[in-house]
């Protein structure tokens, strides 16, 4: 059977080859059937079928909307609530934050009346203290000055006021022992010799105000006792016999 073909395409031509090959490669077009025959009471309305799609996808758009707007709704009851509880959060912390101010403001108050109570004690038992050691002092002075005049006078050598001064400090004063001392140490003794020269300073202060109101108080004395004096003598002339005596 291929000698045959062969022997056909031989016979012939070129032309005729390509029309029997594009003979039989063509297209092959797909029979055509008639659609079924649908009995009248099986028909599809079509339109019915849109209809209800659509109708369909209007109410699942609609549960969509309301189901949005549910949400929405809820998420915006949430965010009022939570604004509130925010606000109502900042309102006690600034309540708590004021009546702790409070405290702490009537708390400094005590602190600073304590405080104060305290240093007008001190003030004046340091007062009261001081006018005790003035008191002492002075008395002791005198007493030292006639004891030291009664014995240099017992030893037949009576000192000079600046010989007794001389002595008396030096009897007073205290070897100042430094040598070994640490810095916290001489700080200590630094204020002790400081408020002693303090104390020294205003108990000479007083001694002076005292001695000037003592000077005052002779001077006046003095005068009233001249006065008194010129006024006895003018006044205690009388007749004795007929004549002025």
Not at 134 to 154: H, Q
Request: proline residues 3%; charged residues 40%.
């Amino acid at each position: 059977m291929l000698f045959h073909f062969h022997v056909i395409f031989q016979m012939l031509s070129q032309n005729d080859v390509i029309s029997c090959l594009l003979f039989v490669l063509r297209p092959i077009a797909p029979p055509q059937l008639a659609p079924p025959k649908i009995p009248e009471g099986d028909r599809v309305d079509f339109d019915d079928i849109h209809r209800k799609r659509m109708e369909k996808d209007t109410l699942e758009l609609h549960t969509l909307i309301d189901v949005h707007f549910e949400q929405r709704k809820k998420d915006e009851e949430e965010l009022i609530g939570l604004k509130e509880r925010i606000e109502r959060r900042r309102y006690e912390r600034a309540e708590i934050q004021r009546v702790r101010a409070e405290k702490e403001k009537d708390r400094q108050n005590r602190i600073a009346e304590e405080r104060h109570r305290k240093e007008e004690e001190e003030a004046k038992k340091k007062a009261d203290d001081d006018a005790k050691k003035k008191k002492v002092l002075s008395g002791m002075g005198a007493n030292f000055g006639g004891f030291l005049t009664k014995a240099e006078m017992r030893k037949g050598k009576r000192l000079t006021g600046r010989e007794i001064k001389k002595k008396t400090l030096a009897e007073r004063r205290e070897p100042l022992t430094i040598d070994n001392m640490r810095e916290d140490a001489l700080k200590q003794r630094a204020q002790e010799m400081w408020n002693c020269i303090y104390q020294l300073e205003s108990e000479k202060f007083d001694y002076m105000e005292y001695m000037k109101h003592q000077k005052y108080e002779i001077i006046v004395l003095l005068n009233r006792i001249q006065h008194a004096q010129k006024f006895k003598k003018v006044h205690g002339k009388g007749k004795v016999g007929g004549r002025w005596k």
